[in-house]
């Protein structure tokens, strides 16, 4: 995990790739704001991106920026930035930014960021399909028209405010001096009026909505493969059910399908363990046990029993008399069921019966 002390600047994520004393010096700064475009820090209040004062600091990766059309290059600086300088502080003074520091961070710290604040998102989140999809089109592209990108699903408009609150996405309607070359080519092209804007992701964003789709691939890639596991443990727990159903068919070819689908559902935990279908006197004596219990519970509904029972008690007779009287009569039942299904083949006992 990143030992940084600065996670956040202001309202924003501190960016991944911005080095750690420079994220310190920022955070210190009595005002802090950040263009719509999400390209710089600002210590003035107010839209510093296009008139900054006197004395206001700005860090930021692009400087000297050459813009089409244009005579002088933006955000000039007064000396070139050092090599192997990623992020630069500067001042505004004279109507030119005057470099103060700069610095580059290890690429595998970049990376180590970038997995922490993956990992905080995936894990604090529930990410549905229109916020995949969104990330998904944004991936392949620039930049997108905000028009376009809703047109095929309405339901992304959610989406794509839950993304912009956390700072993946960005949004804008108007030009700044920030703005991406290819953002700005959507706004003009749409007449940059306020009616639509543009969508991108940053390079932070970029690296980290590429790792959450991952993450959300290999989790439903998970999910199936353990279904398919799961079907097919089903599937081969079915097979075995009616195995055993028809042996069980075979020992008492007139019992009902539902009682023998029964007998199998109880035998198939040992068919399981034991690796074989069970032999005539499994059969048997797991068909009786079933319906031992099934008379059981009957018994007490049967009126002639209940009167019995009803003047067993009156007697004061105890619960095991009336116990073995109820389990008599279960006992005689399950016996000529037993005689009903074997029909014409020969007769068969059960432990369970004594026989």
């Known amino acids: 995990m990143s030992s940084d002390r600065v996670m956040t600047l202001g309202a924003w994520p501190r960016p991944a790739d911005m080095p ?5 010096e920022v955070a210190g700064w009595a005002n802090l704001s950040r263009s719509p475009s999400g390209g710089a820090f600002y210590s003035q209040s ?5 008139s900054p004062e006197e004395g206001c600091l700005r860090a930021a990766t692009v400087w000297n920026r050459a813009v089409e059309g244009e005579n002088g290059p933006r955000f000039p600086t007064d000396a070139p930035l050092p090599p192997r300088c990623d992020w630069a502080i500067a001042r505004w003074t004279a109507g030119v930014w005057a470099l103060i520091t700069g610095d580059q961070d290890d690429p595998r710290v970049v990376r180590e960021r970038r997995k922490d604040r993956v990992d905080r998102l995936v894990a604090s989140r529930r990410w549905t399909r229109s916020d995949l999809e969104v990330l998904q089109a944004l991936l392949g592209s620039d930049a997108l028209a905000r028009s376009s990108l809703l047109a095929t699903d309405p339901g992304r408009e959610r989406s794509l405010k839950s993304l912009t609150a956390l700072r993946l996405v960005q949004i804008v309607t108007t030009e700044d001096s920030e703005t991406p070359d290819a953002a700005r080519r959507i706004l003009s ?3 940059g009026n306020g009616t639509d804007a543009a969508v991108w992701l940053d390079e932070d964003a970029q690296a980290i909505a590429a790792e959450v789709v991952a993450w959300q691939a290999k989790r439903h890639a998970r999910a199936e493969s353990r279904q398919g596991r799961h079907a097919q443990a089903r599937e081969q727990e079915e097979d075995v059910k009616a195995s055993i159903a028809m042996a069980v068919r075979n020992v008492f070819p007139a019992m009902p399908a539902e009682v023998a689908a029964s007998a199998a559902a109880r035998l198939a935990p040992s068919v399981a363990k034991l690796g074989r279908r069970p032999g005539t006197q499994g059969i048997v004596d797991a068909v009786v046990e079933i319906r ?4 059981r519970q009957a018994i007490a509904s049967d009126p002639e029993v209940e009167a019995r029972l009803l003047a ?3 007697r004061g007779a105890n619960g095991r008399v009336r ?3 109820r389990d008599q009569r279960a006992a005689e039942r399950v016996e000529a069921e037993i005689r009903d299904w074997r029909g014409d083949l020969e007769p068969v006992t059960s432990h369970r019966l004594g026989g």
């Open 20 to 24: 750690e004393r420079l994220a310190v």
């Open 46 to 50: 107010g839209e510093p991106w296009r």
């Open 189 to 191: 092209q749409v007449g």
């Open 292 to 295: 031992l219990e099934r008379w």
């Open 312 to 314: 067993m008690q009156a």
């Open 323 to 325: 116990k073995r009287f």
